[in-house]
């Protein structure tokens, strides 16, 4: 059983992040939400920077990643991501509305663990969030949590 | 040289080689001196120069001076009349005695002088000529054709020079040579209409008329007087004599002249823009001298007849080419109007054949093939194209086409004159105008044919001058230059709105491309915006009902409707944005087992059709070459339909089958449902396209749009038959191979 650690919701929409919360706590996972409203704000929380630079240190169990976002959009943080030898492990899911192939391929070639489009009914939607909650959340394992020290040291 | 020659088998291939310009001797009616223009010393003479001396003068004149040759007083003249070079060709000086006639002519081996005695019958003066002259060029803008130019022309050329008779003919593109007008006092025979074959007349004797205007052999029965020394000293060559008035001609010529009857003749050549037109030919039975004012007078009518001529030619082309450039631009304005230039001349046949006044036209390009008029068929004329196309030339023409290709023999009826025109330098593009054999009959001046082949008898070039009758076959009307002209400038204009269009469209290429990337822009902000809502509403009604479990009856149908609406909606945005990605994915293709594939829907459907009584007939199924994903897409939709529209059958038979044909496979799908009335059959396809009321049959109505979508991008076909309440047949065709795939 992997330990608790957060769900990191990456999504602009307040409806969205709204509906994805239901969804989950419908499911009564334990995992804490953090929910970042743009990629820069995502980027900082997996960084341990900004408004996150005091947070307890720790990869979250999976990234739930909108593909459209304000400032630096969900490809670009993918590709931040999964470049980045201390953060390419961490599991990253692409919730999204988008149906757009080129999207879908781009996404695998940066590495994605996942790639859901977000179905318009609802308890497909419920279904598929809590599904994906449960997979990441508590039953897939990830490695091991890296040392906070080299990464403070970091420079983005 | 001339004196081997005379020794063997003559013929007018040797005559085609003598050295004419340099025959080493002069004829004997005159006298012949080289002065180098430095010392005015005489280095080089005809052997009988010496007779200009008088009586008991040294037997040679080489190394004499000018003035120890003609005296003090005719030195004096010559050396004036040399600084003058503008000044007449001729003077009659007195030279030790004698009145002898001068002529003069500067060449890069000195100044040659040539003296001649004139006629015993002194004739008239010069200018009595003129009148007679003036009186000519007066009457010349009366004449309604050459031929009538030229016979009033021949006339005054017979009563200048007194000769027998007077011939005027033209050369034509092969240089055979046409007998246009002709003037005699009965004593020769009449050639009147006659032609004398090329051959007549080698290339360097044509050259050589086209320099020197004038020759005059007053008897060809002459000795030639030979040049001494035979090689000038300074540069160790043979005299060059192409203008001089007594250059020595070759015996083949004399020869010629016996054969003819004729003892005296003069030519003067008729020039048109450098270009050797015709002669006029004058001939005497009898030895005959001409003075020398009557050879001015009959040059100076020879320059006159040529002007005229020339400017007649050109009034003519001009009046073709501005009638050919008038027919060229309504042509031009018309096919403008069209989508293609080659329709465009289909279009407008008759003006199109008026261009070039042809009989027949056609036009090769893009594969495509349009005729007007009489042409060959079309094999033969891709056939003649690619005959055209081993030329590089951007223009070919001929009024004999088997003349330059044997092959074409088939077509001479139709297409012995064609005039092409190159439209493309990469493919075989071309505007062909075709005229048909005309045939005719020619009168020689001896067998054309013959004269190449006496080749053992002494006396060549021709024994017989009675006219000989040959059919020319084989042979069109000539296209005139102004034709030519016109076409090329035609050809310019074609290649012009080829161009033209090939930009347009380019440039509506990338119009469409623009709007394409627009629309895919569109349909990506589509797909994540038009959705983000429905899926909303959809939401926080769910939530809305979970919360509220006190809800009435009348309050849980309105949820349920909003729900309903919102959900559909969303499956609507979703139809359509799949319907507007097919169109830009590639295609991923591979073999595709449809048996299995039909398998795997019915397994998909089945729970959604548990409630119902199906019965299923599916046959073994003919494999696919396309796209696994969206072959079964396009069948789904189909099987989905029929589910759909024989819900209220039971049982509902769905039958499946499908049949191998050589090229396609075919797959079809029938059902014994609503069916519905082929009256509307053609809009079963079309997008949001219904045939049935909403609430009967839920849908988007996009899913046989998408289906015929997908089955045309595999190059395949699908059709529709049915009747109200009898069913319905859907069956679609996909090729065997993947090469009509629009990729």
Request: aromatic fraction near 8%; proline fraction near 5%.
């Amino acid at each position: 059983m992997a330990d608790l650690r957060p769900i990191l919701l990456v999504e602009d929409n307040l409806k969205d992040i709204e509906l994805t919360l239901a969804a989950l706590a419908k499911c009564q996972l334990a995992n804490d939400i953090v929910v970042a409203r743009d990629g820069a704000e995502a980027l900082d929380y997996l960084y341990c920077r900004g408004q996150y630079q005091d947070r307890p240190p720790g990869d979250p169990a999976v990234v739930l990643l909108d593909l459209k976002l304000p400032k630096v959009d969900g490809l670009e943080v993918l590709a931040k991501l999964k470049t980045d030898g201390l953060t390419r492990a961490v599991p990253v899911v692409m919730l999204t509305s988008s149906r757009e192939e080129s999207d879908l391929v781009r996404s695998y070639e940066l590495g994605v663990n996942a790639f859901v489009v977000k179905p318009v009914d609802f308890n497909a939607f419920f279904e598929a969030i809590q599904g994906l909650g449960m997979f990441w959340g508590v039953l897939n394992e990830t490695p091991p949590r890296s040392v906070p020290a080299p990464r403070l040291e970091r420079k983005t | 040289m001339v004196s081997a020659a005379l020794t063997s088998d003559l013929n007018l291939d040797l005559c085609a080689q003598e050295p004419i310009r340099t025959p080493g001797s002069i004829q004997p009616h005159g006298m012949l001196v080289v002065v180098d223009p430095l010392n005015r010393c005489i280095v080089q003479a005809s052997a009988n120069a010496k007779a200009l001396l008088g009586r008991d003068r040294g037997s040679s004149v080489l190394g004499l001076s000018l003035a120890e040759l003609v005296g003090e007083s005719a030195e004096d003249q010559i050396h004036g009349w040399l600084a003058n070079p503008d000044s007449s060709y001729l003077r009659t000086l007195d030279v030790n005695g004698r009145r002898l006639q001068v002529l003069r002519h500067q060449t890069p081996q000195g100044i040659i002088l040539e003296f001649e005695q004139p006629p015993a019958s002194e004739g008239e003066t010069l200018e009595a000529y003129y009148p007679r002259v003036g009186r000519f060029m007066e009457d010349l803008p009366a004449y309604e054709n050459v031929a009538e130019l030229c016979s009033a022309a021949a006339r005054e050329f017979r009563q200048i020079s007194g000769f027998n008779r007077v011939l005027i003919y033209r050369f034509d593109e092969q240089w055979n040579g046409e007998v246009l007008a002709e003037d005699g006092d009965g004593v020769l025979p009449s050639y009147a209409g006659l032609r004398f074959p090329a051959t007549d007349i080698p290339a360097q004797a044509r050259e050589l008329y086209r320099l020197n205007r004038l020759r005059v052999i007053p008897d060809a029965n002459y000795t030639p007087v030979p040049m001494e020394p035979s090689l000038h000293p300074a540069d160790g060559k043979p005299l060059d004599l192409s203008f001089a008035a007594l250059r020595s001609v070759s015996p083949v010529h004399l020869q010629y002249m016996r054969n003819m009857g004729t003892l005296a003749s003069m030519s003067i050549s008729v020039l048109v823009d450098d270009r050797l037109w015709g002669l006029v030919s004058c001939h005497n039975a009898t030895p005959r001298r001409v003075n020398a004012q009557a050879r001015t007078a009959c040059d100076l009518l020879g320059k006159v007849l040529s002007q005229h001529i020339g400017a007649r030619d050109r009034g003519a082309y001009a009046a073709r080419r501005i009638d050919v450039k008038r027919i060229e631009s309504e042509l031009l304005a018309r096919i403008a109007a069209n989508d293609s230039f080659q329709s465009g001349l289909a279009a407008n046949a008759n003006i199109w054949l008026k261009i070039a006044d042809a009989t027949g036209a056609a036009v090769l390009h893009d594969d495509t093939l349009f005729t007007a008029g009489v042409t060959p068929a079309p094999d033969r004329l891709r056939a003649l194209a690619e005959q055209l196309q081993q030329r590089t030339a951007d223009h070919f023409v001929t009024d004999s086409l088997v003349r330059q290709w044997p092959e074409f023999e088939d077509i001479v009826d139709v297409a012995s004159g064609v005039l092409a025109i190159s439209i493309s330098q990469l493919h075989p593009s071309y505007i062909l105008w075709f005229r048909p054999e005309v045939q005719r009959t020619v009168l020689w001046a001896g067998d054309p044919s013959a004269a190449r082949q006496e080749e053992n008898e002494r006396l060549t070039p021709r024994h017989s001058f009675a006219s000989w009758k040959e059919r020319v076959k084989n042979r069109a009307l000539p296209w005139s230059q102004a034709e030519l002209d016109g076409a090329l400038e035609f050809r310019n204009a074609i290649i012009n709105f080829v161009l033209r269009r090939a930009e347009e469209r380019a440039e509506l290429t990338s119009q469409l491309q623009r709007s394409n990337r627009e629309l895919e822009s569109f349909s990506y902000s589509v797909s994540h915006d038009l959705r983000a809502p429905f899926r909303h509403i959809v939401g926080y009604t769910q939530l809305l009902r979970d919360r509220e479990r006190s809800l009435s009856e009348q309050s849980q149908h309105y949820l349920d409707s909003i729900n309903e609406a919102a959900a559909s909606a969303g499956q609507l945005v979703d139809d359509l944005l799949a319907f507007s990605q097919l169109g830009r994915t590639a295609l991923s293709m591979g073999p595709v087992d449809m048996h299995k594939v039909v398998q795997e829907i019915v397994r998909s459907v089945e729970p959604d059709v548990r409630n119902r009584q199906i019965e299923w007939r599916i046959q073994s199924l003919p494999p696919a070459t396309g796209d696994a994903a969206l072959l079964r897409q396009a069948l789904f939709n189909i099987i989905d339909n029929a589910l759909k529209y024989s819900r209220d059958r039971s049982p509902a038979v769905i039958e499946i089958v499908g049949e191998q044909r050589p090229n396609e496979s075919i797959y079809i799908v029938r059902d014994n449902g609503v069916g519905f009335d082929m009256a509307y059959a053609h809009k079963l396809f079309g997008v949001f396209q219904r045939l049935h009321r909403m609430e009967d049959f839920a849908g988007t109505g996009i899913g046989l749009a998408l289906t015929q979508r997908i089955v045309e991008r595999h190059g395949g076909w699908i059709e529709a038959r049915g009747a109200i309440d009898r069913g319905a047949e859907f069956r679609f065709g996909i090729p065997r191979q993947g090469d009509n795939v629009d990729g």
